[in-house]
């Protein structure tokens, strides 16, 4: 599996931006990029995925390097509710590929400061 | 829409005991996985199900533990004589399809045995 390297930790301040980084430089053409954050005391949620193309919803961008081999997560504006670990995953999606299986790293743990 | 449930939230059990761990996947959702979070490490794979069948069990222990997901009820993970080492966070996640983009977690199970 192509791994991904994340730093372990960030800060940030309440209302300003961030950029959670993710190296993954042996990912392959079929690896799709995901983010799943875990708040305290509860199961991963879904953030985003992107292929290529920077994506966009309501929870997040992602911003993927022209050679796929980084992306970034930007929250726009950090509320304290955004306080979790934030878990870079990549999952192949070719025919032979165990593409159901998420193999979570350690991730990077976000602070938000008031 | 209910979210995915797992219960109990919390487990206590003696080492040699059995702990049983339910998982209740979204309406509408019929592939289940279950993952453990050892603490201070990441979430590793256990089991993948769909409707009466085990799909992918490479991250089970081979011995003492075991899954089902019948066609009625939720899908129960199964630890036979529980030792320390099993303490752990256990969660539960479900997809309409084993190539979702999404998996939806629930809160987990928290397995102490003492």
């Known amino acids: 599996d192509a791994k991904t390297t994340q730093p372990n930790s960030m800060e940030s301040n309440e209302e300003e931006p961030v950029h959670l980084p993710c190296n993954h430089s042996t990912i392959s053409g079929t690896d799709y990029i995901h983010w799943y954050r875990q708040l305290p005391s509860q199961g991963p949620e879904y953030v985003i995925h992107g292929l290529t193309s920077n994506v966009n919803n309501r929870m997040a961008s992602l911003a993927i390097a022209e050679d796929r081999k980084s992306s970034t997560l930007i929250l726009h504006r950090a509320t304290l509710r955004d306080a979790a670990v934030y878990y870079c995953i990549l999952r192949d999606v070719s025919v032979s590929g165990s593409n159901y299986k998420l193999t979570f790293g350690k991730g990077t743990l976000l602070t938000v400061n008031p | 829409n209910a979210g995915v449930m797992q219960n109990p939230r919390h487990l206590v059990r003696r080492r040699g005991q059995e702990a049983r761990l339910r998982c209740s996947p979204m309406k509408g959702h019929s592939h289940v996985y279950w993952y453990r979070q050892l603490p201070e490490e990441g979430l590793k794979f256990m089991v993948y199900?769909?409707?009466?069948?085990?799909?992918?069990e490479s991250g089970m222990p081979k011995e003492r533990f075991s899954a089902e997901f019948p066609k009625e009820g939720p899908s129960i993970l199964r630890i036979q004589q529980v030792v320390r080492g099993d303490s752990a966070a256990y969660f539960c996640?479900?997809?309409?399809?084993?190539?979702?983009?999404?998996?939806?977690f629930g809160p987990g199970t928290r397995l102490t045995v003492t």
């Open positions: 996640a479900s997809s309409p399809s084993g190539s979702s983009y999404e998996q939806y």
């Open positions: 199900l769909q409707k009466e069948n085990i799909i992918d």
